[in-house]
């Protein structure tokens, strides 16, 4: 969907893109679901007389769902580079170091920021950059978008499941008005 400001358009568009690859996994996943793919297993101890459930896997997840979600977060935090880009990269004197300046440590906030040449933007972008708080600690969301996206440039961010085991009565307290023995 374009703007009206042609400058962060490209942003605009990654976001977009975005929301595209959310709404195709949401497809995919509904429609994974509806195979049934785990199945419910009711085991009881002869022993104790105590009832536990598992679920157990009937089909594998789609490694496709994996692909869905690095592509999402890859045009999430692409938007972010270009958005900076549009307000400095014509200016800055290493455009090619321009990018949004997430940092590992709070304290290297302020030369990660002068490294990206964040500063070239004024002070609004600046204070604003560094009330997000882009680093571990700081703003979940963004520092997730940024950790994935560089986890899923080297490694697929894989989609799992897990298992758990049980009790009857515990079941009970976790999906009420489905009592089971």
Known sequence: MARSDKKFNAGYLKID????????L???????LAQDPFELVTRGDTNTGEIT??????EPIPDEL???IGDAIHNLRCSLDMTIFAMI?????KPDLVQFPFC?????LDDEIKKRQIHLAGERVVDA?????????GHGELEAIHALDVRDKHKLILTTRSNALI????????IPGMEVA
């Open 104 to 108: 590992r440590r709070p304290e290297s």
């Open 167 to 174: 009790s009857g009565a515990e079941f009970n307290v976790l």
């Open 129 to 137: 950059i560094k009330a997000l708080k882009p680093h571990p600690g």
């Open 89 to 93: 990269g014509e200016i800055a004197p």
């Open 17 to 24: 893109r975005a929301k595209h690859h959310v709404s195709d």
């Open 66 to 68: 994996s692909l869905i």
């Open 53 to 58: 459930h598992s679920i157990i896997e009937q």
């Open 26 to 32: 949401s497809r995919k996943i509904t429609a994974f």
